[in-house]
């Protein structure tokens, strides 16, 4: 009989970190720009880049799998599939995030509230699944739909998206410690119960999506997405469900860092959901991009007050583009943001952050999600999917990952991975693995060049 | 690469202050809030002030501490003044009623329950089905109940969704119904396919689009190895374990004790209190009554009242989607307020074809039953948005609107209806009768939502716990 009976791995014990002479001399600037302020960083050559892949049933094992791909072009595997860690059932794969030691990766499952902890240090070239939490909804209190998972000090934040009551989008953030213990509930501000939040406008939905600190000012920022019923459902049926669309968060919430408390909750209409802050110490600002209205939004303090401006369209929102992840730069010129519907990326110059210009745009596919960038924002990955039922159907449902290097004015793809055609499933979320961040060195002679850098 | 500008005015934003009384002033600040957003005013279009869809949401509000209405209530979601009116997720809290007592002294306005002989109902029963019903645990992969496609507050019905979405969010064709009163209807779903509540818990039950379980032994077995109903089958069916039979019973017994009534109407009519419901809603009981027909299929009897004749009809609906031609593009709402335009094209890439639904043809095979559907109760019809098999009317006024016009005739290309009930013609209804009809369907409200509501939140919702 199938009640799936968890049965907890221990987790393998903690390799000494040894990050060898090279650490932490840069903090602010990083690799993969989208991570934790508190991430040990890879500055160098990734290794690896592991791709939290949705199965597809009818495909393959039908099943979510973590994939890792070589991408060291050193390496005689460059830009193959070298492993593949099925982890059991369709569970809407979606965002991955390492512990801040960067020996773990968390990777939550959309549907089945399930999160699965994967040891990425033991074998970099291997990622092995440790320990699943499956009682995320009952031990948070209803929360559903373990999104961002996000490392602070010691601890993992995961937002989440939804609820067991109606399956909308009121929800909570969540904290584990990195071992996987659950800790507490954070609510999302709601009208009847603001938690001391100001409500700046006309909105406190109590949504839920990313989740961003900014350590400096003692702050963590959260976006709004949408519930279960809507992130779940077929694309183009809920396009005409004109309730579902009723059904998308407005608002962004400031929290206080230390005490975990909403302070100010912000109207930011149309689905904000990526965010991405700036690196250098004194730019004290974010970006988010809202989904339904394809609006670029600044997020900055004045005066001990954040604001949330919109400083540039994406693409012409009337055509709904649908912008989807972004990634900056870590010398904060630079913010790509994607938009599925299109299938493009967009480079937006933001130099000036309130004035931010596009100067650059290139076709990756039928259909384009996730970007992730290197440190010195040489190297872009992109990979397809957004959510398996909001796919694009048939001959339009391209399903890879590709690596493109931008030299400043211009890409050239590496290589492409068609995840159909090798019978994985559906390319997502993509998070970057080293040898050189556990003083570790492949066979071949890879890793030299790598930089380690903690950044605290 | 070029940057392209924004072409001109796809993408609308509607402001649609009269209903909710603000002044111009208002409106006007409004109308500007709107337009910082876009930072560019080429596609702000301020629409007439009679222009504006419903809502489903209807207005939330709060008796005695308990949200009738979603937590997260959407009214006026298509105006830019809209604002949130949430309530917190950990506010989940109620008491247990007892909600047996209706079995003997049922509602004014309602027959006794009609109780089958092989299934008596009994306290422990009620417990277990009500469980039963909250326990997530009883689809595949642990997430769907019964409670999440119907949901308490939401008058055991959705109002996010016109048509239910189910296991790994496959589609459904049709609206989740309520369960109030259910207790009541000889046939059940929109195309009354089905005899009995005891029976009916099989179809979500196995569905692969809405719990997904994959046989009825898997189902017995499941709730067998959930060590928190140990004994309370035995305890509720003398001594017996859990299985096909008594989990039918248990569930139904929960659902039929949700019986709604008292409702103001009820006390002006049955009651004779004179001033139980406003003079309004006494024009629009003549216009049911009367001029409007709905009498004819939304009984109303000498001392109770189903607002259901038990009868399927053809309203004209089911035909005009499934043979008329779908628009080129669709406005859709993308924020409060704001709306762009979807092509159908678009919408085919990223959804796959609409489900054929031909009503109860597809029970008896019989030509002369396409697109018909079961009369529904109108017991609690505002509490239960959005409307009809396929939850594609948000609002009362838009069924009313379909009536008026007397249904669907034919289609666009002169292809008729012909299965349209005849008492479904024009009726030549002023708005203000429309909107008397409308304040008479308000009054239908029973009189014990918050309590029952209340008592679903005193039951935990089952979720899975970790056996380490």
């Not at chain 2, 569930?251 to 139980?276: C, M």
Request: hydrophobic fraction near 35%; proline fraction near 5%; glycine fraction near 8%.
């Amino acid at each position: 009989m199938n009640i799936k009976k968890f049965i907890s791995k221990p987790l393998a014990v903690l390799a000494p970190f040894v990050a060898a002479s090279v650490l932490a001399t840069n903090p602010v600037m990083a690799d993969e720009t989208c991570m934790s302020p508190y991430m040990v960083k890879i500055v160098g050559q990734e290794d690896f880049v592991y791709v939290w892949t949705l199965g597809v049933e009818g495909l393959g094992d039908g099943q979510d799998k973590m994939v890792t791909v070589d991408v060291n072009p050193k390496s005689e595997h460059y830009g193959k599939v070298i492993n593949s860690e099925s982890v059991g059932g369709r569970n809407e794969a979606h965002h991955s995030g390492f512990t801040d030691d960067r020996k773990f990766l968390w990777a939550g499952g959309l549907d089945s509230n399930k999160i699965f902890i994967f040891d990425v240090h033991t074998d970099p070239a291997a990622p092995k699944l440790v320990k699943t939490i499956d009682d995320f909804v009952s031990k948070t209190g209803g929360v559903v739909g373990p999104h961002t998972t996000y490392a602070l000090p010691g601890r993992m934040i995961v937002t989440g998206l939804s609820n067991n009551q109606d399956h909308g989008g009121r929800t909570a953030l969540v904290e584990y410690t990195n071992g996987g213990e659950y800790i507490d509930t954070y609510w999302m501000p709601t009208d009847d119960n603001l938690q001391g939040a100001h409500k700046g406008g006309q909105f406190a939905d109590g949504y839920g999506y990313d989740i961003r600190a900014l350590p400096a000012k003692n702050v963590m920022l959260t976006s709004s997405f949408t519930g279960w019923s809507n992130y779940m459902m077929d694309f183009g049926a809920m396009l005409g469900d004109a309730e579902a669309m009723k059904r998308f968060g407005n608002t962004m919430v400031i929290w206080d860092l230390h005490t975990r408390k909403p302070k100010q909750v912000l109207d930011v209409p149309g689905a904000p959901l990526e965010i991405r802050c700036a690196w250098k110490p004194e730019n004290n600002y974010c970006f988010t991009t809202t989904a339904l209205t394809s609006q670029l939004v600044l997020l900055n303090e004045e005066n001990d007050v954040w604001k949330a401006t919109n400083v540039a369209d994406v693409g012409n929102p009337a055509d709904i583009p649908l912008p989807v992840d972004i990634s900056i730069n870590s010398s904060d010129t630079m913010l790509w943001v994607n938009t599925f519907l299109d299938g493009k990326t967009r480079g937006f110059d933001i130099t000036d952050p309130h004035n931010p210009k596009q100067v650059y745009e290139k076709q990756i596919g039928n259909q384009v999600n996730m970007v992730s960038s290197s440190w010195d924002g040489k190297r872009l990955y992109y990979t397809t999917s957004l959510l398996g039922n909001w796919d694009k159907k048939a001959g339009d449902n391209d399903q890879f990952i590709k690596l493109y290097h931008w030299d400043g004015t211009e890409m050239t793809e590496q290589f492409a991975i068609d995840f159909q055609a090798e019978k994985l499933g559906r390319a997502h979320q993509m998070r970057f693995g080293a040898y050189s961040l556990y003083g570790k060195t492949a066979k071949v002679e890879q890793a030299k060049n790598n930089i380690v850098a903690m950044s605290k | 690469m070029r940057y392209l500008s924004l072409k001109i005015s796809l993408l609308l934003s509607l402001c649609f202050y009269s209903s909710y009384g603000l002044s111009e002033d208002n409106a006007i600040r409004e109308q500007v809030k709107t337009r910082d957003f876009y930072n560019s005013d080429h596609f702000m279009i301020k629409a007439p002030e009679a222009e504006g869809s419903p809502s489903a949401s209807g207005n939330a509000q709060n008796i005695d501490g308990i949200r009738i209405g979603a937590g997260d209530d959407k009214t006026g979601y298509e105006t830019t003044g809209y604002e949130t009116n949430s309530v917190a997720i950990s506010a989940r809290h109620g008491k247990k009623a007892d909600l047996i007592r209706v079995l003997n002294e049922p509602p004014l306005g309602l027959p006794k329950i009609p109780i089958p002989v092989d299934n008596p109902m009994t306290v422990e029963k009620i417990d277990l089905g009500k469980k039963l019903f909250f326990d997530r645990r009883l689809s595949l992969n642990d997430t769907f109940s019964c409670a999440m496609c119907h949901i308490p507050e939401q008058g055991f019905s959705s109002h996010e969704l016109e048509k239910a979405v189910g296991f790994e969010g496959r589609s459904n064709r049709r609206n989740a119904p309520t369960i109030y009163n259910t207790a009541y209807l000889e046939r059940l779903f929109h195309d009354a396919r089905e005899t009995t509540l005891e029976n009916q818990i099989w179809g979500p039950l196995l569905s692969r689009n809405e719990m997904a379980m994959t046989s009825m032994g898997q189902v017995i077995q499941k709730v067998k190895d959930m060590s928190d109903y140990d004994g309370m089958f035995e305890e509720a069916f003398d001594g017996k374990s859990v299985d096909i039979v008594n989990l039918g019973k248990a569930l139904a017994s929960y659902q039929r004790i949700l019986v709604s009534g008292n409702s103001p109407f009820d006390k002006w009519y049955y009651g004779k209190e004179t001033n139980a419901i406003s003079d309004q809603a006494i024009r629009g009981f003549d216009l049911f009554k009367g001029k409007g027909q709905c009498i004819a299929c939304h009984s109303v009897g000498q001392k109770t009242a189903l607002f259901t004749d038990m009868k399927v009809h053809n309203t004209g609906l089911g035909f005009k989607r499934t043979m008329g031609k779908e628009p080129e593009k669709e406005r859709m709402l993308i924020a409060p307020g704001t709306y762009a335009y979807v092509m159908k094209s678009k919408k085919a890439i990223v959804g796959h074809a609409p489900m054929p639904d031909v009503g109860v043809y597809e029970v008896t095979q019989d030509p002369d039953d396409r697109w018909k559907y079961r009369t529904p109760s109108l017991r609690n019809v505002a509490l239960t948005a959005p409307y009809m098999h396929d939850g594609s009317m948000l609002s009362l006024a838009e069924v009313i609107d379909l009536y008026n016009q007397g249904g669907v005739l034919k289609n666009e290309s002169g292809y008729p209806n012909v299965t349209q009930s005849p008492l479904i013609t024009p009726l030549g209804l002023t708005e203000n009768e429309s909107e008397d009809l409308i304040a008479f369907l308000k009054t239908l409200n029973g009189d014990n939502i918050s309590e029952v509501i209340s008592d679903a939140f005193s039951t935990p919702v089952g979720d899975t716990i970790s056996i380490n």
